[in-house]
């Protein structure tokens, strides 16, 4: 029976409209035999719970480039609790200054990658957080 793949939803929160480094890593999941799904721009934490829970997905990568970090995270992570999303691994990437991530980390954030990452260093920690060999 082949392996499950790892499920993963790639949203860009906020106001936020570029989504180029969206597009690179989803790419690189894939590539690394993932599925991925890409929820677009402008998408709210209520959005991006509902399409996370309808996909039944094992991770959330967010990148969020507009600063709103320090609202939308926190607000995505409560609206998963309240789904009984709990095992969902949360990512987040982007321009995150340095001040911030304690209270993300404090939020529930399991992982934080600052611009400059290599998609390699993701795809590891993915694997490794959900103790899968790829």
Known sequence: MPEKKIRVLIAKPGLDGHDRGAKVIA???RDAGMEVIYTGLRQTPEM???A???????????LILSGAHNTLCP?????LREK???????LVGGIIPEADIPALKQA???G???PGTSTQDIVD???KRLAVSP
């Open 27 to 29: 790419r690189a999941l």
């Open 75 to 79: 607000q995505l992570m409560k609206l």
């Open 52 to 62: 996370a829970a309808q996909e039944d997905v094992d991770v959330i990568g967010l």
């Open 125 to 127: 920690f993915i694997h």
């Open 84 to 90: 009984g999303m709990d095992d969902v691994t949360v």
């Open 108 to 110: 529930g954030i399991a």
């Open 112 to 114: 934080i990658f600052l």
């Open 48 to 50: 991006i719970a509902s």
